[in-house]
């Protein structure tokens, strides 16, 4: 069998760092992911939407550098994940009459299209549709209709919108920084990707992926994703109260916190210590880890009780009916699934990226809750069936077209 040269790079624009993988087809027809590339962007984006289009260009020129010297790979072309608290999701259903005896490819963008008529204010934009089961002629649960014999055909979407100014200023940096949008998928959708089984996604889950800005919540049903939210609160709320109650410096309460962080006090030891800096001296200083546990226990928990308000205010609740899967750099907190469970009032595991292929040299260094979302837009994107969607998203699209002829 001769070998493929398909390649997907994959860009999570984060709040604290901009991360940059790339993967290829091997002989078995499996991406296999050969580059990553990580810069830190602490500046350039606040709750996921991008304040500081020139640090985020230079965020994401080191991160793709940094996968391309990796992987030997020239990247021109990239797949995006999204996120921000502007991110709504809007349930939707489309119907139409068959006009032949069988169901072709035009019935299904027909009925598909039908379903993404819907009224939005003029400052928002569908970025994504995420497509649902089919039902024809009353019978539901169909994945492929195509072929069938139908006069009625149906499908439940899901569609995602955002701010224009929000997708056009995460355009204008990747744009800047000299690559191609090729494609789109919210955070949400794309981390559900990484960490989710099929029978939790048939059975009921929510996936809450919690990252440094924000908390990208998804609902999904039937196998499907029936709901997509985000709450503005993540690991560097927590990060900041160490650092004003401990009186730490910011960076150096980062450290601290993802190095001896543990989200229950009543499993810290009195007698256990850490060596640090106080702000404003080069001065060092002694600190109790119970203590700095008493400080990020109240945060956390605060967290999480915002996403079970949005897990409630969704209306969807009741579809969970498997674990709450929870991700993202906060997921590595020490004993946060304990504080998760008792919150959220639901059993809880903690979801760690699948790596296609397990004898990929980077799969050690992926098999973290940290690179959710950026192994998720691989998964979502390396499929033909999500390939051919992205390349017929008419925003980016469109948006593309704005940007080329404003610069030109």
């Excluded at 989200?263 to 640090?276: C, G, H, I, L, M």
Aim: net charge neutral; with cysteine; glycine share 8%.
């Amino acid at each position: 069998m001769a070998k493929s040269n398909a390649m997907i790079a994959a860009l999570d624009i984060g709040t604290k760092s901009v991360t940059t993988l790339v993967a290829q087809k091997n002989d078995e027809g499996v991406f296999s992911i050969i580059g990553k590339g990580v810069f830190e962007n602490n500046k350039g984006l606040i709750a996921g939407d991008v304040v500081d289009v020139q640090a985020t260009v230079a965020a994401i020129r080191e991160s793709v550098a940094e996968a391309e010297q990796i992987s030997s790979k020239r990247i021109k072309k990239v797949f995006v994940g999204v996120s921000g608290e502007g991110i709504r999701s809007i349930n939707s259903h489309g119907v139409i009459q068959v006009r032949g005896q069988e169901i072709a490819k035009t019935d299904v963008n027909r009925v598909i299209e039908q379903a993404k008529i819907i009224t939005l204010p003029d400052d928002r934009e569908i970025i994504s549709v995420e497509i649902g089961k089919y039902t024809v002629d009353g019978k539901p649960g169909i994945v492929n209709p195509i072929g069938m014999a139908c006069r009625r055909l149906e499908v439940d979407v899901l569609i995602i919108t955002m701010p224009k100014t929000m997708c056009r200023n995460l355009y204008k940096a990747v744009e800047d920084a000299g690559f191609f949008v090729n494609g789109v998928v919210v955070s949400a959708i794309a981390s559900s990707w990484a960490v989710l089984e099929e029978d939790e996604k048939n059975l009921g889950v929510a996936m809450v992926d919690i990252g440094d800005g924000v908390a990208d919540i998804a609902i999904y049903y039937n196998g499907d994703p029936v709901y997509v939210a985000v709450m503005p609160m993540g690991g560097k709320f927590i990060t900041d109260d160490i650092s004003k109650v401990m009186k730490i410096p910011p960076a150096e309460a980062e450290k601290i916190k993802c190095k001896y962080g543990n989200a229950r006090p009543e499993y810290v030891s009195d007698a256990e210590v850490f060596e640090t800096f106080v702000i404003g001296t080069n001065a060092q200083t002694t600190k109790k880890v119970k203590q700095l546990a008493t400080v990020i226990t109240p945060r956390i928990e605060e967290i999480l009780i915002e996403i079970k308000k949005k897990l409630r205010e969704s209306q969807k609740e009741s579809l969970i009916q498997s674990d709450i899967v929870i991700t993202g750099g906060t997921a590595k907190l020490k004993n946060i699934q304990c504080v998760t469970e008792d919150t959220l009032e639901q059993t809880v595991r903690i979801g760690i990226p699948k790596i296609d292929d397990p004898g990929s040299g980077l799969n050690d260094v992926l098999s973290s809750p940290t690179f959710a979302t950026a192994v998720g837009i691989i998964r979502h994107f390396s499929g033909r069936r999500q390939l051919e969607i992205a390349k017929r998203n008419g925003f980016w699209a469109k948006v593309a077209d704005i940007f080329r002829n404003f610069f030109e």
